[in-house]
């Protein structure tokens, strides 16, 4: 079975903390995949792709590791506005173009 | 990225009857996809809409209970059929990219009675 797993918080920080939020995959097939941030009672968006070993934007820094099937998601000077769920996601292998989403981790940051 | 539009945002059904739900995207795309997240639940794929071909579904999601249209490349509709309040979840169109990134609609919020 293709999952993505990730453990669901919540993780309370306060603001201008890190914090790392991690994720594993069990489709060793799975080539791209990403962080999305969805907000209550919103669609998901699309945070940052992963298609090398990592990826930074600003106080977001992602990493992969496909000999563990691992993937991490870094923010860095947490704010308040950072308070979301987030939502670790893999592609099916192929050319399917399909997307394997994980159950997702919430954030909330503290004033 | 693509602007996509959903209607309707919300409805409240009875049980029995069918809701159609549309998706609207601004732009000519390939990949449309339709998906279900329920409450407190993570995305799930229901299928894959093909344009100009039937829709190619996930496994526990079958054509009657779900029919999709997709007559053109901006355009795609949802059926949920027979509703009973297990339906009641969010639905969500997504468009895909060229690098496997998908960008969501707004999503509909369906409540069965």
Known sequence: RKEVEQDPGPFNVPEGATVAFNCTYSNSASQSFFWYRQDCRKEPKLLMSVYSSGNEDGRFTAQLNRASQYISLLIRDSKLSDSATYLCVGDYGGATNKLIFGTGTLLAVQP | ?113
Request: glycine letters at 8%; charged letters at 15%; one cysteine or more.
């Open chain 2, 1 to 113: 990225s693509a602007v996509i539009s959903q209607k309707p945002s919300r409805d409240i059904c009875q049980r029995g009857t069918s809701l159609t739900i549309q998706c609207q995207v601004d732009s000519q795309v390939t990949m449309m996809f339709w998906y279900r997240q329920q409450p407190g639940q993570s995305l799930t794929l229901i299928a894959t809409a093909n344009q100009g071909s039937e829709a190619t579904y996930e496994s526990g999601f079958v054509i009657d209970k779900f029919p999709i249209s997709r007559p053109n490349l901006t355009f795609s509709t949802l059926t949920v059929s027979n509703m009973s309040p297990e339906d009641s979840s969010i639905y969500l169109c997504s468009v895909g990219s060229g690098h496997y990134e998908q960008y969501f609609g707004p999503g509909t919020r369906l409540t069965v009675t």
